[in-house]
């Protein structure tokens, strides 16, 4: 009798744990729905402020497709370091090669990207990619002027004000946190410069699945233990 009951609480617990994972994957796909980027930019600083560094061109780099890796310092009528900015940075323009593709390396669904937008000029455009660096259209462009006007600061490629040289963040949701893998720069002239990429991903709906079920596992094997001692002392 006794393992017939603890057959039947097993299978009642089992079939809560499916239950809680349906509800979890059906929440996962409802919020896919609406596709949606916002965009924000803050004063940057001689001292780097912004979210922890994925990609600092130094230590971490990030697959790129044109463009270049350059400095540290600023090399006249060709590149200039961004404020905020140690070390090497990436620059596409005349100088190197543009456009200029940067692939994040995701593991997951992209939450938020920042990084700094050194020297914010109006020929300076960011187009966001898949993962294979292929661009996903005009919706997906954001221009110099547009990020400029956030911060708010003049776009006339300055390297005196801080302000001209924001840190820059998208948050991304619903479909656009698995379609976007990359961005692509495009600068008419010399140059349109990033440093200190922070990329924010979270684990694929199938792993926060799996995740969930190790969990109810785990649960359910301290119950039967703690069960299990309880039967022994009471014995």
Do not use: C, H
């Amino acid at each position: 009798m006794a393992g017939e009951w603890g057959t039947r609480v097993r299978g009642s617990m089992m079939k809560k744990l499916a239950k809680t994972l349906v509800f979890a994957a059906a929440a996962v796909t409802a919020s896919a729905a609406n596709a949606t980027i916002t965009v924000s930019a803050v004063q940057g600083s001689t001292v780097y402020s912004g979210p922890p560094i994925t990609y600092d061109f130094d230590t971490s780099t990030p697959v790129t497709i044109g463009g270049g890796i350059v400095g540290p310092g600023t090399t006249a009528n060709a590149f200039a370091q961004p404020i905020g900015s140690t070390g090497q940075y990436y620059s596409v323009g005349p100088s190197t090669i543009t456009p200029g593709t940067v692939l994040l390396g995701l593991t997951g669904p992209l939450v938020s990207l920042s990084f700094i937008w050194g020297s914010i000029d109006t020929f300076n455009s960011l187009q966001f990619t898949d993962a294979a660096g292929n661009p996903l259209g005009a919706a997906y462009n954001f221009t110099g002027s547009q990020i400029s006007a956030l911060v708010p600061a003049p776009a006339n490629g300055s390297q005196v004000l801080n302000a001209q040289n924001p840190i820059v963040t998208f948050l991304f949701s619903g479909l656009d946190q698995t379609l976007v893998g990359g961005f692509r720069m495009s600068s008419g002239q010399n140059a349109f410069e990033i440093d200190n990429i922070a990329v924010n991903s979270v684990p694929e709906p199938g792993t926060w699945a799996m995740m969930l079920l190790g969990f109810g596992a785990i649960g359910f094997a301290i119950r039967r233990r703690k069960s299990g001692r309880e039967l022994t002392q009471l014995a």
